[in-house]
């Protein structure tokens, strides 16, 4: 008898299981190249399939060698255009063509490959899937008992598992001798073979370096180079199934389900039980006459048959989605949302008007929304997700209500913006405490705990944080002295000397210490001055935020219609800006003119503020050029005019300084220039 054996059947192992049940005892078997090079390929891929079809040649030739079978390889290898039209079987082709030269019977275990064969007029021997009965314990099965649902296997490490259930687990060494290459080799074989071959196995996943297939209950993981640093092999399978009454707020739960089941995230973190919690659900709402279908990548949900299980199509979740609307499911429980794509469809199944149950890694229902608040619109996040359900430790521990107001959050209440917007909140249904809270300001989406943010310490300004340097200097320097009597009161003329300015920049936050913060707030002011005549205070609140003092009557040019203006400077600046009233600059003083103290190297002078100028007044240096210090350091040089004044646009980065540093009470000095 003469065999020609497809790709399908080297691949599953069934031409040896066949001969050394007798079956095929003394046949010729006939190996085409175009088989070979193709599983060389897959091979060089790093694809299980490939190292599972060369052991079955290697089998083939020892069989070969013990005289059981003959064995040859015939054919040509395929050419690259070939190769690259294998998808549209030729490469199957070149095989036919082999078992029709040699009139011999075509072995294969692919369905189209058959009837193709069977058009051609050859002998076809279709392999169907076998029945569980037939099957052989596996290799994998000597690492499970009745309490194991995890086993972890790389080569040169001792095998270890996981036993005991979701809620309570202990990691623990099954074997003290380290696995080896060559075994673990064989046990991902034998995997691979079993799903292909098992009528409830498949491979869900065949990608270089990894592979996951589904045996049954039990999901087989197999990783090697170049993707790991070694080969290793994670089964994982449930150990019971938990019922549904057991869940810490089953009846909460199901009474969402019937009446808000709109869209729900089950949230927790790897292993926390929550596909387990989806399955339960799935079968609970298909027991309740529901039409319920899943999408699932791998797909590891243990559900009845009544319920259909989907996959990726052509790779996409997305092109799933668009076939699961056209089927008209009343819920659909899509397992392991990873990527924006799946969330993104989960979105989409919910708008659609169906009903959607999602499964999403998170450590806390806060990152939750967090992740969902940077994928859709604030406002349609209540219309996606109504119910959060937190599973910890293979138990429910906390369902939420997502919902939309308005109001102010608790966040901004401690920084005074009293704003009322529009507010996610996320609230403990069992608790009616409201948890989190998601909103937008300046532009950003902010998700934030509805207990608010932590308090910062307090911003000195810069009148006490010098007063303090003082005293410490001061503390240091000087002995201590016996209380001296209070001074006498001054003279009039030395009173007035000795008065404070009249007229000093209100205390703000350091900005000295924040050379960020300085640049920032003179490129706000530039920026502003495009639109405004009169005096402009910038002061930054925050990293994020300023808050930009302007005459009243300028607010609205500042603004502009429908508040194109500060919009431009808030896009050019990257900040958020809150325009105020120069009336509403604290420690704002309604004098114009300020009176310096005289200094040891001259006379004093005298500054003015006017709308659009600030002038320096010094009528001894009237016509001179004079250099203008603040102790040593040097600041600017200016010309006198006639009348003794120097005038600075009131805008200018020199103007403020100038004000700000005479408002800081710095020992100013003017000299005129040799």
Not at 80 to 97: P, T, Y
Not at 276 to 291: F, K, M, P, V
Not at 416 to 434: A, F, K, M, S
């Amino acid at each position: 008898m003469i065999l020609v054996p497809d790709t399908s059947v080297v691949i599953d192992g069934r031409v040896t299981d066949l001969i050394e049940k007798g079956e095929y005892r003394d046949a010729a078997i006939i190996i085409p190249e175009a088989v070979f090079a193709e599983l060389e390929a897959q091979a060089n891929q790093g694809r299980e399939i490939g190292f599972s079809g060369l052991a079955e040649l290697q089998k083939l030739c020892k069989l070969a060698d013990e005289n059981f079978i003959t064995l040859k390889y015939v054919g040509e290898r395929p050419k690259l255009e070939q190769v690259k039209l294998a998808g549209g079987g030729e490469i199957d082709s070149m095989i036919r063509a082999v078992a029709i030269e040699h009139h011999a019977t075509f072995l294969t275990s692919d369905y189209v490959q058959a009837e193709v064969a069977k058009a051609k007029g050859l002998d076809v021997v279709f392999l169907k899937s076998e029945t569980i009965d037939n099957f052989a314990p596996l290799l994998i099965d000597e690492f499970f008992d009745e309490n194991t649902f995890a086993v972890y296997l790389k080569e040169r490490v001792s095998p270890y598992a996981r036993k005991g259930n979701i809620r309570e687990s202990k990691l623990l060494t099954i074997r003290d001798a380290p696995c080896t290459e060559y075994e673990l080799r064989a046990i991902s074989q034998e995997c691979l073979e079993r799903a292909k071959r098992h009528p409830d196995g498949f491979v869900e996943v065949e990608l270089p370096g990894v592979t996951v297939s589904q045996i049954g209950s039990m999901r087989i993981t197999t990783t090697r180079p170049p993707f790991s640093d070694g080969i290793e092999v994670t089964i994982v399978r449930p150990t019971r199934e938990v019922s549904f009454e057991s869940y810490n707020f089953a009846a909460a739960l199901k009474d969402r389900l019937k009446n808000n089941a709109g869209g729900m995230l089950i949230v927790g973190t790897p292993g926390s039980g929550k596909s387990t919690l989806e399955q339960n659900i799935a079968t609970y709402l298909s027991g309740e006459n529901y039409i319920v279908k899943t999408i699932e990548s791998p797909r590891d949900l243990m559900v009845t048959d009544k319920i259909t299980q989907y996959t990726s199509l052509d790779g996409s979740i997305a092109a799933a989605g668009e076939v699961i609307t056209l089927l008209r499911p009343d819920y659909v429980v899509f397992d392991e949302m990873r990527r924006s794509e799946e969330l993104a469809v989960f979105a989409d199944l919910r708008l659609s008007g169906i009903k959607v149950i999602g499964g999403l890694h998170a450590k806390s229902a806060l990152d939750a929304l967090i992740r969902l608040a940077s994928l859709v619109d604030l406002n349609l996040i209540p219309q996606i997700v109504a119910t959060m359900v937190f599973v910890k430790g293979g138990d429910i521990s906390e369902i939420y209500n997502v919902s939309t107001g308005f109001g102010v959050p608790k966040a901004l209440e401690q920084i005074g913006d009293p704003q009322v917007r529009p507010v996610v909140r996320l609230t403990n249904i069992i608790t009616t405490e409201t948890v989190a809270e998601a909103f937008r300001y300046e532009g950003e989406v902010m998700v934030t705990p509805a207990s608010g943010l932590p308090k910062a310490p307090p911003v000195k300004t810069i009148e006490q944080a010098k007063a303090e340097a003082k005293e410490i200097e001061v503390a240091k320097a000087e002995p201590v002295k016996p209380k001296a009597e209070p001074a006498p009161a001054p003279a009039p003329a030395e009173a007035e000397r000795q008065a404070p300015p009249i007229h000093s920049m209100p205390t703000y936050e350091v900005t000295e210490d924040n050379p960020a913060w300085v640049v920032l707030e003179k490129e706000i002011q530039n920026e502003i001055c495009r639109f405004t005549e009169g005096d402009i205070v910038v002061r930054m609140i925050s990293d994020t935020k300023a808050a930009v003092y302007i005459d009243d009557t300028d607010v609205p040019a500042a603004i502009g219609k429908a508040g194109k203006n500060i919009a431009a400077v808030v896009s050019k600046v990257g900040i958020g800006i809150d325009v105020r009233p120069l009336s509403d600059l604290p420690g704002r003083e309604t004098l114009t003119e300020i009176q310096a103290p005289a200094t040891r190297s001259g006379p004093g002078f005298k500054i003015r503020s006017e709308k659009k100028q600030l002038s320096i007044i010094c009528p001894e240096h009237s016509g001179k050029i004079v250099d203008l210090f603040s102790g040593k350091e040097y600041l600017f040089t200016a010309t006198v005019d006639a009348h003794g004044e120097i005038h600075l646009a009131r805008n200018s980065s020199i103007a403020v300084e100038m004000v700000r540093r005479y408002g800081a009470g710095e020992d100013l000095k003017l000299r005129p220039v040799d």
